[in-house]
């Protein structure tokens, strides 16, 4: 069941129950945030980082969904004892939140949104193995899984989800004559972060090199 973000009865099955929550966060202080909400609540009782694999609910806070944030869900996500919500500032993509899905992330909740009620709704819900996820973000990742497979189908289809937004931007940038380590100052991101994302790029589309991306996404619009 996936509900939006009314959440709903999320409680009915815990009743006199507390549920087991570790809170992972790359961010010390948003670290401190969540466990402070959640501490006030009767209804939990939060796990530290020796007893974390055995938490009911492992719930991940991030600004967004990196390499280092999918490889902690991952691992997660092969952990049959526990289930996993993530609170996150925003998805860059439809394709980052897809990663999230598939590395086993079953709520989200907007860090914007997550005051001391909404989360226990969300740890509730998700100890109850419901899905929650915002409307508008449900929807965001049917329209992501619908180019998809329409791309399946038609490989020679384009579109603007070809791209991702990051990808957009340093074929923008290509495209003014930067190189990789001007890139790399003008977006904040390593020299191989921004080969590797060119790479994946030119690959992909099945493309020669960086010029002939440049020339193929100026034609079919997606810079």
């Known amino acids: 069941m996936t509900q939006t973000e009314n959440y709903g009865p999320a409680s ?18 948003l670290h401190v945030g969540v466990v402070h909400q959640l501490r006030q609540r009767r209804e939990i009782e939060l796990v530290d980082a020796a007893d974390a694999d055995g938490a009911q609910v492992s719930l991940v806070a991030v600004d967004s969904v990196d390499d280092e944030t999918a490889a902690l869900l991952y691992r ?10 993530l609170v996150v500032g925003t998805f860059e993509s439809g394709d980052a939140l897809q990663r999230a899905i598939e590395c086993g992330v079953t ?7 997550a005051d001391q009620d909404r989360l226990l709704r969300l740890v509730l819900a998700i100890a109850n193995g419901e899905g929650v996820l915002p409307g508008d973000l449900l929807a965001k990742l049917l329209d992501h899984v619908g180019s998809l497979q329409r791309s399946t189908l038609d490989p020679h289809a384009v579109s603007l989800s070809t791209l991702t937004a990051r990808e957009a931007d340093m074929l923008r940038l290509v495209s003014e004559g930067l190189d990789t380590s001007e890139i790399a100052r003008k977006t904040s991101y390593s020299e191989r972060t921004v080969k590797n994302v060119l790479h ?12 002939h991306a440049v020339g193929y996404a100026l034609r079919n619009g997606l810079i």
């Open 12 to 29: 009915s099955s815990l009743a006199g129950q507390r549920v087991t929550v570790a809170v992972y966060a790359p961010d010390p202080v």
């Open 76 to 85: 997660l996500r092969h952990n049959s004892g526990t289930r996993t919500g």
């Open 107 to 113: 709520a989200v909740l907007r860090r914007t949104e």
């Open 200 to 211: 994946e790029i030119i690959t992909r589309l099945h493309l020669r090199n960086r010029t």
